[in-house]
T-cell receptor, first 110, second 113 residues
């Protein structure tokens, strides 16, 4: 069974601070996605990474896929209250369905 | 292009009843997956439908079932509802499924009393 762990589970920071959240597994994935989910809504896809060592940037968000394709990180620079939400990572291998991590709940205080 | 839509958004049922939830995927997407999200268990995969056939199934009891129509719209049904079935039910669509990028609907919040 493929499992994904995310850390930290909860994170509360002040506006303007930087942060990094992690997604780890003992399994290799062919692709990994990051989502942000707000209360009462479905997850919104932020990025998909498919190549070991790949780095993708989305404005103030930087995503990295580990060289071995077992882990990933999400770094947010100068966090804003609008970044508040549940950040989920999900891994998949071709022909299989996604496995989701438990999420990191981020709160950015003004 | 319209996103994934789910109806109803909110539903209250009592134990023992049954419920049907609906999902309309993004136009052109043929794969629809269903997930259950609870605070304790997180997002758990229920099943995936592709071209009107169930292609994958998660570890849920037979009370949970689904189907997909020729226009790719999908429904899921839960029979003999239990209190523990209270959750946010999410559907996600993708072009071909099985590891491709998927896009979620807003979910249906089911409360079982």
């Amino acid at each position: 069974t493929q499992l994904l762990e995310q850390s930290p589970q909860f994170l509360s920071i002040q506006e303007g601070e930087n942060l990094t959240v992690y997604c780890n597994s003992s399994s290799v994935f062919s692709s990994l996605q990051w989502y942000r989910q707000e209360p009462g809504e479905g997850p919104v896809l932020l990025v998909t990474v498919v190549t070991g060592g790949e780095v993708k940037k989305l404005k103030r968000l930087t995503f990295q896929f580990g060289d071995a394709r077992k882990d990933s990180s999400l770094h947010i620079t100068a966090a804003q209250p609008g970044d508040t939400g549940l950040y989920l990572c999900a891994g998949a291998n071709y022909g299989q369905n996604f496995v989701f991590g438990p999420g990191t709940r981020l709160s950015v205080l003004p | 292009k319209a996103g994934v839509t789910q109806t109803p958004r909110y539903l209250i049922k009592t134990r023992g009843q049954q419920v049907t939830l609906s999902c309309s995927p993004i136009s052109g997407h043929r794969s629809v997956s269903w997930y259950q999200q609870t605070p304790g268990q997180g997002l758990q995969f229920l099943f995936e439908y592709f071209s009107e056939t169930q292609r994958n199934k998660g570890n849920f009891p037979g009370r949970f079932s689904g189907r997909q129509f020729s226009n790719s719209r999908s429904e899921m049904n839960v029979s003999t509802l239990e209190l523990g079935d209270s959750a946010l039910y999410l559907c996600a669509s993708s072009l071909e499924g099985q590891g491709e990028e998927q896009f979620f609907g807003p979910g249906t919040r089911l409360t079982v009393l």
